[in-house]
């Protein structure tokens, strides 16, 4: 059974900074690796997805890596703003007949302090 | 752009009572979920369904019910329900398709069971 981890649970760092959340995953029968973003009291907005051919995605100052003989991938987010303050939560896509099947990590609460 | 909505965005129900939260989707997806997501546990898929007129369960169906009579609309019913129940369920929907398809997410539906 797939099982997603995410660590730290919470982080603060100063405006600037650059900084790495990262995510593990038991389970390398990956689809594909997704990040996602979730501001207080709405749902989720997807960010990256990476899918188990490739190593990396990038999108402005996101880069997240996948590295499925570790189970491991990482989001990196460079000169960090107050604006990135939210729970950033990784989901592993599993292998399950015609179905996706996200198997979510319980997130990253990020503070960026001006 | 609507994306995906859910109604009611807040509700209070006292133990035993029934309802039925609505899912609607405008980007003609094939693919629609529904999570709950609890402190400490993350999202959890509670039903999914591939196609209209299909529905499947997901990690935590029991005390659930779901219909997809219509491609754009994925219910999901509560028959009696408990304090158990209490959680922010999320409505999902995705293209046909495993490896590259992201999950889009609608706002939540917030359920007290009293």
């Known amino acids: 059974k797939q099982e997603v981890t995410q660590i730290p649970a919470a982080l603060s760092v100063p405006e600037g900074e650059n900084l790495v959340l990262n995510c593990s995953f038991t389970?390398?029968?990956?689809?594909?690796l997704q990040w996602f973003r979730q501001d207080p009291g709405k749902g989720l907005t997807s960010l990256l997805l990476?899918?188990?051919?490739?190593r990396e995605q990038t999108s402005g100052r996101l880069n997240a890596s996948l590295d499925k003989s570790s189970g491991r991938s990482t989001l990196y987010i460079a000169a960090s703003q107050p604006g990135d303050s939210a729970t950033y939560l990784c989901?592993?896509?599993?292998?399950?007949?015609?179905?996706?099947?996200?198997?979510f990590g319980t997130g990253t609460l990020l503070a960026v302090q001006p | 752009n609507a994306g995906v909505t859910q109604t009611p965005k807040f509700r209070v129900l006292k133990t035993g009572q029934s309802m039925t939260l609505l899912c609607a989707q405008d980007?003609?997806?094939?693919?629609m979920y529904w999570y709950r997501q609890d402190p400490g546990m993350g999202l959890r898929l509670i039903h999914y369904?591939?196609?209209?007129?299909?529905?499947a369960k997901g990690e935590v169906p029991d005390g659930y019910n779901v219909s997809r009579l219509k491609k754009q609309n994925f219910l999901l019913g509560l028959e009696s329900a408990a304090p158990s129940q209490t959680s922010v369920y999320f409505c999902?929907?995705?293209?046909?398709?495993?490896?590259?398809?992201?999950?889009?997410f609608g706002d939540g539906t917030r359920l007290s069971i009293l």
């Open positions: 999902a929907s995705s293209r046909r398709g495993t490896s590259n398809q992201p999950q889009h």
């Open positions: 989901a592993a896509l599993n292998y399950g007949g015609a179905t996706n099947k996200l198997i």
């Open positions: 980007m003609n997806h094939e693919y």
């Open positions: 369904s591939v196609g209209e007129g299909t529905t």
């Open positions: 389970d390398s029968a990956i689809y594909n």
């Open positions: 990476i899918q188990s051919s490739q």
